[in-house]
């Protein structure tokens, strides 16, 4: 079975920085693409970084660009947000989520979704 396990949220002041971790089971992430997404209350999910399994590339949603760096780690099976200048607007639920395609990085295009972990950024 594929399993994702998001984990590193926590409560942050606004300024800094968290790491998020999500280890992955079942399949291999240098084969599948992955991606990370949020949703904050009230609002749908987002898709704000992913790393596509076409050309390796790394896609970052204008509102995280130059403040978080997504990487995998083929050797730990396991993928990573860097989240640096954290902001309030970037409290959310996080996941991390595969797929054997993920043409695009939105939650309609990837099947496979780790349980979510917090972050709460103050001011």
């Known amino acids: 079975d594929v399993q994702l396990q998001a984990s590193g949220g926590g409560l942050v002041q606004a300024g800094g920085s968290l790491r998020l971790s999500c280890a992955a089971s079942g399949f291999t992430v240098a084969d599948y693409a992955v991606g990370w997404f949020r949703q904050a209350p009230g609002k749908d999910r987002e898709g704000i970084s992913c790393?596509?399994?076409?050309?390796?590339?790394?896609w970052y949603d204008a509102s995280v660009e130059g403040r978080f760096t997504m990487s995998k780690d083929i050797a730990k099976n396991a993928v990573y947000l860097e989240m640096n200048n954290l902001k309030v607007e970037d409290t959310a639920v996080y996941y991390c989520?595969?797929?054997?395609?993920?043409?695009?990085?939105?939650?309609?295009?990837?099947?496979?979704w780790g349980q979510g972990t917090q972050v709460t950024v103050s001011s």
């Open positions: 989520a595969a797929d054997s395609l993920g043409a695009l990085c939105s939650s309609s295009d990837y099947d496979y």
């Open positions: 790393i596509s399994v076409a050309d390796g590339r790394t």
